[in-house]
């Protein structure tokens, strides 16, 4: 396939050049708490093409990086990390590997709470990930994460993204449909349950039915939706914005009435490709942003209202598209009408009870 078909939904490097290129902003709102619920630290070494080229570039993103995103100017007060198949353990049982990545990503959270490294406590939550449908290995491996996250590990990431057209780009390479139906899976979200840790879910929006009968199926479980619940615009959803929307509203009209689910707002810069950020000539303001997320992220609020959602980066995936401050100032402009109380449960008060942070 050519790059012109794949973009979307694949992670590339960010673009250093093509961001400073993005016009200045004064960021809003500056003082506001922000708990920054969903990023991603990783160090992918790529994968080496013909020549000097490269099939997959290198990325690399760790508390550095991060941190320098971070010091753009929003007050972000914390973070929640969330699973990115990073360093997983190269040896010993397969279901157990994913405990490397909580290891890891605790020594990061160890050295940002020492101090050395600014106020925001970065990875102060911890969201792994377990193979739910693995029968008895989930809770030796569950309890494997507990221990190794030093009091931060909240929950599993087991994402079931799916769709049937290989342009979209699967959450795995051997994602099936109906995994959240399946009855392995909800023995191991009962397991998961039990241990009072979170599921974070990711499915794309012609999928959310699975979500809402799964949180239906376990009322007293934490199911958190991520990323405004996947609308997608790119492949077969291309140039049906319209319809997209409706079909998205109905179904999240739905999950909403499931009082166990939790939204998270933003994370739509790959996936619902209101923007091409491939081909622009530079980054969208955050007003441009504001407007293009403003349906999504405005019906949202308005349907889990401000207690049931909270907001993300998801960096440094949105960074192929836009700056860490215009992002915040994009999420903070389409909840410029919300009171200081709404913003700051959307901001930081939801996330800090959901993911149960100090």
């Not at 070494?45 to 753009?72: A, H, I, K, N």
């Not at 909580?102 to 050295?111: L, N």
């Not at 997209?244 to 166990?260: G, P, T």
């Not at 998801?314 to 913003?343: D, H, T």
Request: hydrophobic share 40%.
């Amino acid at each position: 396939m050519s790059q012109t078909i794949t973009r979307y939904g694949r992670i590339s490097p960010p673009r250093l050049e093509w961001l400073a290129k993005a016009p200045p902003e004064d960021i809003l709102d500056p003082d506001l708490p922000i708990i920054d619920t969903h990023h991603h630290l990783w160090h992918r070494p790529g994968v080496p093409g013909p020549g000097d080229s490269w099939q997959v570039p290198p990325m690399r993103y760790l508390l550095d990086e991060f941190l320098e995103d971070c010091r753009t100017g929003h007050n972000i007060v914390a973070t929640v990390f969330l699973q990115c198949h990073s360093m997983y353990r190269a040896s010993g049982p397969e279901p157990m590997r994913p405990v490397g990545e909580t290891e890891f990503v605790a020594g990061i959270a160890a050295m940002s709470d020492s101090g050395n490294y600014g106020k925001t406590r970065v990875a102060a939550g911890i969201v792994g990930y377990a193979d739910l449908t693995k029968g008895d290995w989930v809770t030796p491996v569950l309890e494997a994460h507990i221990r190794a996250g030093g009091g931060r590990f909240r929950g599993v990431r087991h994402s079931g993204a799916y769709d049937a057209d290989p342009i979209i780009g699967n959450s795995a390479p051997d994602t099936e449909p109906g995994l959240y139906a399946r009855p392995d899976f909800r023995a191991g979200l009962g397991k998961l349950s039990a241990l009072g840790l979170s599921l974070d879910a990711w499915v794309f929006h012609p999928q959310l039915e699975d979500v809402i009968d799964l949180a239906r199926a376990f009322p007293g479980g934490n199911i958190i939706m991520g990323h405004c619940g996947g609308p997608l615009g790119y492949g077969p959803y291309a140039g049906k914005r319209d319809e997209v929307f409706a079909d998205w509203k109905k179904l999240v009209i739905e999950l909403a009435k499931c009082q166990n689910v939790t939204m998270k707002l933003g994370g739509m810069m790959m996936r619902l490709a209101a923007t091409d950020y491939m081909a622009e000539e530079r980054p969208p303001s955050s007003a441009e942003l504001a407007a293009l997320w403003r349906p999504y992220v405005e019906t949202c609020i308005e349907l889990f209202g401000p207690n049931r959602c909270m907001a993300e980066s998801n960096f440094p995936v949105e960074k192929m598209g836009i700056g860490y401050a215009a992002l915040w100032n994009a999420l903070k402009r389409i909840a410029s009408g919300a009171s200081a109380a709404e913003k700051e449960a959307i901001f930081s008060g939801t996330a800090r009870r959901v993911y149960r942070l100090d």
